[in-house]
């Protein structure tokens, strides 16, 4: 049958392969329906890559769309040492082409022969045409990203070969290298190479960003890629490094104090009612159900992984039970009193910029204020509070977090010298800077969907869009399905692929070299 020149771009990308079989290259894996397709497609697969059944043609197929000998040439580069007398003919290459491999690892090569196995697997059985095509289609797309001729793709097909022949030329891949790059019938001089696929890839390279200077308390890794909320996460373990006082006060609407006042407020007969009567068990659930509405309200002020339901259920449960600890205690409460007392006693004065608060008056109750922070800090130390915080933050950034809040509502009310002795004083002021973010392999969330980057030595990771805590220590698992390069969830053995929902699961075996 004639394919749509999309179709036949992808069938292309296994161009050398098809020639060294004297195949068709308008055919799936180079050959037409006879009857002795089926059983050579059979055999090539048993005898070259020793598949005889379905799943070992999905491993086949995961392990060239996710690893590859990409994978074993990148973790060559990583090792090279200083002097090239001592490279065997494999650094030797990865030596010499660095940069390429750097850049698009051995690419060419894997996905030539992916084309190749995915269209013999479906003659021989082992996949549908349909499920095929999702993945060369993917795969093409994502092939036509890293290279930008044929002739740019059948330079780096043979600089894999030469990879994985541990540098030996071979006589019938040079032929047909050059019949691609010269007959005026290949698919290489016929099919443009930038032809619309109709795969829509989202570039993972963004430009020169600003964003907080941080190093991870937990495993030391520096902060490579912006945040998108205040909370940040290290890209390396996943932790909850450090809080971003400048990102969270991006969106003024949302300022936490105000907002929080306003829900409270809705809930002040409740919550009085239960005080009242030394009701813990009523006072927690009314502040639960504050928390869950202050989340919804305001989700730049609270962690990104609060989208995570498990996540959000144990962070408002560990903000309420703050709020339960604190309205109990006597102490507590006195400090709280003097906060409404210097509060009430504030004044407004007419300066550059509008009405702010005299400075004064101001200093009076953020010394109220700083005396309350300083005991409730204890208090909820002692009571088990921080010991809930559902990403075990350390008890020192659960304060500046709880600082923030306050700060957060008052800056806008400040001048600018009261402003800069607030966040001196708070510890919220850090250091910025302007760099393009760290890169690494584009894939995609195995529980969202949502395009992220996996940066060399990562094991634990949040993704940005939907919270969830990603295991980047296992690799990408990639989807029979649709081809998607997925990271999954920390905890998912086998889960639905977010594209196109057929299972996923983790397998550890060792792989073909």
Not at 210 to 226: E, I
Not at 361 to 376: K, L, N, R, S
């Amino acid at each position: 049958m004639a394919y749509p020149l999309r179709q036949q771009w992808a069938l292309a990308l296994s161009g050398v392969l098809t020639e060294m079989n004297n195949g068709f290259h308008s055919d799936l894996g180079g050959w037409g329906k006879n009857e002795h397709t089926g059983p050579w497609c059979k055999n090539t697969l048993r005898d070259f890559y020793g598949i005889e059944d379905k799943a070992a043609f999905d491993d086949m197929v995961k392990w060239l769309l996710g690893e590859g000998h990409s994978a074993e040439a990148r973790a060559i580069a990583t090792a090279l040492g200083p002097d090239p007398r001592m490279d065997d003919p494999k650094s030797a290459l990865v030596r010499a082409n660095r940069a390429q491999i750097d850049r698009a690892g051995l690419m060419a090569w894997d996905v030539g022969r992916l084309v190749a196995v995915v269209g013999w697997g479906t003659w021989a059985g082992f996949t549908t045409e349909n499920d095929a095509w999702q993945i060369l289609l993917v795969a093409a797309a994502r092939t036509q990203k890293a290279y930008d001729s044929w002739q740019s793709f059948g330079q780096a097909y043979e600089l894999g070969r030469l990879f994985w022949s541990g540098g030996k030329p071979n006589d019938a891949t040079a032929r047909a290298l050059q019949k691609l790059m010269t007959d005026p019938k290949s698919p290489w001089l016929a099919i443009p190479w930038a032809l619309d696929l109709g795969v829509q890839m989202i570039d993972a390279r963004p430009a020169k960003v600003r964003f907080k200077r941080t190093v991870c308390p937990t495993c030391g890794a520096p902060k490579s890629r912006p945040s998108q909320t205040g909370y940040v996460y290290c890209d390396y373990c996943g932790a909850l490094s450090d809080f971003d006082f400048a990102k969270a006060c991006e969106k003024p609407l949302e300022r936490p104090g105000p907002v929080y006042e306003q829900l409270s407020a809705q809930l002040k007969p409740q919550l009085d009612a239960a005080l009242a009567r030394g009701d813990v068990n009523a006072y927690r659930a009314a502040q639960i159900q504050l928390f869950d509405a202050y989340v919804t309200v305001c989700p730049n002020s609270v962690p990104m992984r609060t989208k995570d339901p498990a996540y959000r259920q144990r962070y408002v449960a560990y903000m309420a039970e703050g709020a339960v600890a604190t309205a109990f205690d006597p102490t507590a409460k006195q400090h709280e009193a003097a906060v409404a007392q210097a509060t009430a006693g504030l004044a407004f004065v007419q300066v550059k910029g509008g009405m702010k608060v005299a400075p004064a008056a101001f200093d009076a109750m953020a010394t109220a204020v700083f005396a309350q922070q300083h005991y409730v800090a204890g208090l909820h130390e002692a009571r088990g509070v921080y010991a809930m915080q559902p990403d075990g933050a350390s008890a020192e950034l659960q304060r500046r977090l709880g600082w923030s809040m306050f700060a957060q509502g008052w800056l806008p009310m400040l001048d600018d010298a009261s402003a800069a002795k607030l966040l001196a004083a708070t510890r919220l002021k850090g250091e910025y800077q302007e760099i393009e973010p760290a890169t690494g392999d584009a894939a995609d969330c195995g529980s969202c969907g949502a395009p992220t980057v996996v940066l060399q030595g990562a094991k634990r990771m949040i993704c940005e869009h939907c919270g969830h805590k990603l295991d980047a220590a296992g690799g990408k698992l990639p989807c029979a399905g649709c081809g998607a390069s997925l990271v999954p969830d920390e905890n998912a053995q086998t889960f639905g692929c977010p594209h196109c929902k057929m299972a996923v699961q983790r397998i550890q075996m060792m792989r073909p070299g």
